[in-house]
């Protein structure tokens, strides 16, 4: 079964860091993107950043740019985003989702994992 | 970065209407836009991309659900609501820099 898992999620204090994690399992990792979106409460999707198959070409929103590091792990079939300098506005549910090519749409999403960014 | 830009961001309809929604971006996309569904509460649905069959895991219907557009204007079309076809709908273009989605447009029957 395609599937993406992850975790990492919870409470962190204003300025503080949190490693979120996407497991991957059921197909070939290294084909596909990896993509992290975030949905804060109540609002819509927001897309957070993205790393390519083999590891390659990381990127990021602007917002979270110079504080959010995208990076993989092909031995583990694991995708980490460690977020540093959390902000109240970072408090959202954080999918990760892969996508066959960097113009193809989102085909399969984890189920999220929430960040609460509060003191 | 390119924007996107989804209207209405909310519509009632009753089933069996036609239902349109548009998305706009604020340069060419040429027709690189995706859509997805999301149910309240729920992990959003890849739901077709603007080309139809062109990438795989598209989960619309072909029978009620069409994508069309190029460039800048982009219309997601439903034809014949159906009770299961409630919740919001998000574009997303996939063109060029960040992959950005629209705001959203939520359906309610």
């Known amino acids: 079964e395609v599937q993406l898992v992850e975790s990492g999620g919870g409470l962190v204090q204003p300025g503080g860091s949190r490693r979120l994690a996407c497991a991957a399992s059921?197909?070939?990792?290294?084909?596909?993107?990896i993509n992290w979106v975030r949905q804060a409460p109540g609002k819509g999707l927001v897309w957070v950043a993205r790393?390519?198959?083999?590891?390659?070409?990381?990127q990021y929103a602007d917002s979270v740019k110079g504080r959010f590091s995208i990076s993989r792990d092909t031995a583990d079939n694991t995708v980490v985003l460690q977020m540093n300098s959390l902000r109240a506005e970072d408090t959202a549910l954080y999918y990760c989702a892969r996508a066959y090519a960097d113009w193809h749409g989102l085909d399969v999403w984890g189920q999220g994992t929430t960040v609460t960014v509060s003191s | 970065d390119i924007q996107m830009s989804q209207s209405p961001s909310s519509l009632s309809a009753s089933i069996g209407d036609r239902v349109t929604i548009t998305c706009r971006a604020s340069?060419?996309?040429?027709?690189?836009v995706n859509w997805y569904q999301q149910k309240p509460g729920k992990v959003p649905k890849f739901l077709m991309y603007t080309v139809p069959k062109l990438q795989s895991g598209e989960s619309a219907d072909p029978s009620r659900f069409s994508a069309s557009g190029s460039e800048t204007d982009f219309t997601l079309t439903i034809n014949s609501l159906q009770p299961e076809d409630f919740g919001t709908y998000y574009c997303?273009?996939?063109?060029?820099?960040?992959?950005?989605f629209g705001g959203g447009t939520k359906v309610e029957i």
């Open positions: 790393i390519r198959g083999d590891g390659g070409r990381p």
């Open positions: 997303q273009q996939t063109y060029s820099g960040p992959p950005t």
């Open positions: 340069q060419s996309v040429s027709r690189t």
């Open positions: 059921g197909f070939t990792f290294t084909n596909y993107w």
